[in-house]
């Protein structure tokens, strides 16, 4: 099922400036999703101010088998894009993460590499989706970034939960969706609270919240059910059965 359906992301859609430019109260990240001969090499700027996350920029670079990207050009852009919001670094996965390195020092920029894990990939992934179901994140109305997210997939396996992105005609790979989960996920770890207790002050706007997103949740596994799953026979049916 998709991870991150219309209904989850359309209330974080902002529609009137796709860029957000840079203001020095605010916190800035960003991260790279690199890539030469097919997939889309993507870059994705974030902010934060309190614990509001905003996609300030996301921007792409696309090469072929016959005409491959150039890291050192790319990379040389990133630095340009990424200097006017004050940074001089970036997140990167493991892909070619030795080399890009060294290239991207050349052109004064410092890339930090995530290697992840399976599991290191679905807490960065499940952890972005509570965070839209908690509209504490706002992303630009770009289609392209849209559909990188909208074909974003959950599966679960023998092991737990797995996270596909699916490849489309084009040759991308929902080459978006990385860039953002990598650039956001370690403010959203830094932003985990302790669960307050009922007659303490703020319990119940923390459970308002959480019920919000149970909500949205609820919504999306209903998107996301086969048309016999939502019929009532089998529904009064199954629930008969348990008990």
Known sequence: QTLFPQVLLAPLIRRDQPILLPDNRHEYVAAIDPATRGNAWTLVVCDRLGRKKRVCLATQWQGTPINPLSPRAVLTEVKEVLTPY???WAYTDQWAADALKDIA???GLDLSVEDWTE???VDAFLSLATAMADRTIEIPDDPIFLKDLRLTKKFATHRGVSIRLARTPDGRHCDYAPALARAVFRWIQDEQVLLLKEGEKGYWDQWAVAQEAREVQQLIAQENDP?????PRRITATTSMSR
Do not use: H, Q
């Open 86 to 88: 004050g940074l001089s």
């Open 105 to 107: 020092a050349e052109v």
């Open 119 to 121: 599991k290191g990939t």
């Open 227 to 231: 048309w016999w799953a939502k019929d």
